[in-house]
């Protein structure tokens, strides 16, 4: 008899399939804990990523929204750069801003600070050379460490770049790193936004996309402050225009008339004409009464509208009061308007008003002047009645006076007709005027 080898032993064979089998199913669930355990890993970092995208989408959103509520330059700066500090965590932040967006004389740039934990915003000025400095590598959107400004060695002021980058933190705080990016108007680099870490932080690249996104809009709030105060200029250089039209329209006249009539009355008594000297004088009283209602007129419109405090209803009741009532009409104000309504409209109806009330005063010789103003919320109800319907607004005012011809006042185009039709169609209103001489004058404006 021939026996077989051991390998060859069928328990011997049995044993070596097991093992085999047992090897494999072991590396099988071995790679699957293995790719398990990455699958988890890769799960994480994607949540973290969102999160840290959802933040800076919630910031990025906040920046959008605060460029349309605050138009104030030092205001607005906070904000953006509170919700900067929501998706890149930092120490502090520095804005630098060269004239173009900040105002400042060539020599000068605009320095805004913010420390961590302040909402201060502490303002000063360094030169154009440091900033010039600053700007080629911040510009290139790189990490700035805080002893070597990547390498920069040119001077400016007999200081390197690296010292004036310290200069921007306060002298206490122990500076980690660096991050910039540039803030560019109409492809122009205007300034810098700047961020440093604290002892425990740290920049690395992915944070510098993120921070340019937020140095865009940053960018696009400055250039909306600087275009704000620009209108607010204008806006003063056009009423001081109008006031000096005005006065030199209406009260230098009323004022060279006077002196007229009293010259003539002068000689009248002088040559024993006493019913001229009194015919002159009675005109030049009743130039001085004019005079008298067009600077009050003036007077209050320098004065702070109360539109902002009150409302258009508070205002009017505030120009009825202090200018049309002490010009001799009775005058009345019926209001029902539970409401506010956009300062933009209340501010044109309020000029209508005011249009159609100096009217009154000087031309319409009334004995009588009634005001309604009608409107209210969209919940009251689907009743309509004289522009009482709940959505719009309806301002009417009404007078006893001599009335005019309208078509012949449209014909000659008369500055005041044409300033209250302007007005209306700029807050997209309707405009009606039914006058008839010796019948009274009606002006109303439907919202």
Not at 51 to 76: C, F, H, K, M, Y
Not at 396 to 417: E, H, K, V, W
Request: proline share 4%.
């Amino acid at each position: 008899m021939l026996q077989p080898a051991w390998w060859q032993l069928w328990w011997v064979q049995l044993a070596a399939v097991l093992l085999t089998s047992a090897l494999l199913a072991a590396m099988i669930v071995s790679g699957f804990r293995a790719r398990l355990r990455l699958s988890k890993r890769r799960n994480r970092l994607l949540e973290q990523e969102v999160a840290a995208r959802t933040t800076e989408l919630s910031a990025l959103l906040a920046v959008s929204q605060s460029i349309t509520a605050e138009r104030n330059l030092g205001p607005l700066l906070v904000r953006v750069l509170d919700n900067v500090g929501r998706a890149i965590p930092h120490a502090g932040s520095v804005v630098l801003l060269r004239a173009a967006a900040s105002h400042m004389e060539d020599s000068e740039v605009q320095v805004y600070r913010i420390v961590d934990g302040s909402s201060a915003l502490a303002k000063s000025q360094m030169t154009v050379a440091a900033f010039d400095l600053l700007a080629p590598t911040v510009t290139s959107g790189a990490l700035l460490e805080p002893g070597s400004a990547n390498g920069k060695t040119e001077q400016a002021g007999g200081r390197s770049a690296a010292q004036v980058l310290a200069t921007l933190a306060p002298p206490q705080e122990a500076v980690n790193g660096w991050i910039g990016v540039p803030l560019t108007e109409h492809g122009r680099v205007v300034g810098l936004l700047l961020l440093y870490a604290g002892a425990a932080q740290s920049f690395d690249e992915e944070d510098l996309p993120s921070l340019q996104r937020f140095a865009n809009q940053l960018a696009i709030a400055i250039e909306n402050a600087r275009l704000y105060a620009q209108s607010q200029q204008l806006a003063i250089d056009v009423e001081r225009g109008r006031l000096s039209r005005e006065l030199h329209d209406s009260v230098t006249q009323l004022l060279y008339s006077i002196s007229l009539h009293a010259n003539a009355a002068e000689r009248a008594l002088a040559l024993g004409r006493p019913a001229h000297g009194a015919q002159n004088m009675r005109e030049a009283r009743q130039l001085a009464q004019e005079a008298l209602h067009e600077l009050r007129t003036l007077i209050f419109e320098l004065r702070l509208t109360p539109l902002e405090g009150g409302g258009l209803v508070a205002a009017l009741q505030a120009y009825l009061d202090t200018v049309v009532a002490r010009s001799g009409p009775a005058v009345r104000l019926e209001a029902a308007c539970p409401q506010r309504y956009p300062q933009t409209i209340e501010f044109e109806l309020y000029r209508i008003a005011q249009e159609a009330l100096t009217n009154v005063v000087k031309h319409a010789n009334a004995t009588a002047v009634t005001v309604r103003v009608y409107g209210g919320s969209p919940n009251e109800g689907s009743e309509k009645e004289g522009g009482r319907d709940g959505s719009g607004l309806t301002l009417a005012i009404s007078d006893n006076g001599a009335g005019f011809d309208l078509p012949a006042a449209q014909a000659r185009g008369t500055i005041g007709l044409h300033s209250m039709a302007e007005r209306a169609e700029k807050i997209g209103a309707r405009l009606t005027i039914v006058s008839r001489p010796g019948r009274g004058t009606t002006v109303k404006v439907e919202l």
